[in-house]
């Protein structure tokens, strides 16, 4: 079963900056488009940044400007550097894989959640 692993979140303050990290199986890393989603309490679960295996990338308007997503092909982990942090952003971030290597079926990770707070 594939598994994707994320790590960084925490507590930060207004204005701060976090690194998150998604780990995949390199034989579906190189192969599948990668993203990142994000879900507030009480909110749906909604697109943050994702990546194709090329490194074209695309991004919510809420973040543009302040999160730049990458990955590391050599060591098959997707990352998302996140500055200028809001409490806005305060949700459980999902690492999500889809594309050739997985039959075209989406797979997530388990989560990490971000707070941004004073």
């Known amino acids: 079963q594939v598994q994707l692993v994320e790590s960084g979140g925490g507590l930060v303050q207004p204005g701060g900056s976090l690194r998150l990290s998604c780990a995949a199986p390199?034989?579906?890393?190189?192969?599948?488009?990668m993203g990142w989603y994000r879900q507030a309490p009480g909110k749906e679960r909604g697109l943050v940044a994702a990546i194709t295996s090329g490194g074209n990338t695309n991004y919510a308007d809420s973040v543009k400007g302040r999160f730049t997503i990458s990955r590391d092909n050599a060591k098959s982990t997707m990352f998302l550097q996140m500055n200028s942090l809001k409490p806005e952003d305060t949700a459980v971030y999902y690492c999500?894989?889809?594309?050739?290597?997985?039959?075209?079926?989406?797979?997530w990770g388990q989560g990490t959640l971000v707070t941004v707070s004073s």
């Open positions: 999500y894989t889809r594309g050739a290597a997985t039959g075209y079926v989406g797979i």
């Open positions: 390199g034989s579906i890393f190189s192969i599948n488009g």
